[in-house]
């Protein structure tokens, strides 16, 4: 059974950090892009951040750039979400995903979701 466990989330204030973990099991992802998509309260589901099979390349969404880092370790079949500078509008459900592809540019499509992990940030 193919699982994708996040961890790491929480209440922060504003201003703080944390550090979302992404566990898969089941299966080896070394060869799938794996990303973080979140929810807010009221919005579409939206990709935050993205990193091809090798960890070559990664994509980040505008509204992140230059305070979230994504990084994965293919020996532990894990990805990382390093998140500072938060603001309460990053308040969301994040989910960790596996794509079907090496690149999400090459293919978009995700194949596995983790159940999420809610982060919450304090004005």
């Known amino acids: 059974q193919v699982q994708l466990v996040e961890s790491g989330g929480g209440l922060v204030q504003t201003g703080g950090s944390l550090r979302l973990s992404c566990a898969a099991s089941?299966?080896?992802?070394?060869?799938?892009?794996m990303g973080w998509f979140r929810q807010g309260p009221g919005k579409e589901r939206e990709s935050v951040a993205v990193?091809?099979?090798?960890?070559?390349?990664?994509y980040y969404a505008d509204s992140v750039k230059g305070r979230f880092t994504i990084s994965r370790d293919n020996a532990k079949n894990a990805v990382y979400l390093q998140m500072n500078t938060l603001y309460p509008e990053d308040t969301a459900v994040y989910y960790c995903v596996a794509g079907v592809s090496r690149r999400y540019h090459t293919d978009p499509r995700p194949g596995y979701w983790g159940q999420g992990t809610q982060v919450t940030v304090s004005s």
């Open positions: 990193i091809s099979w090798s960890g070559g390349s990664t």
């Open positions: 089941g299966r080896a992802f070394s060869n799938s892009w």
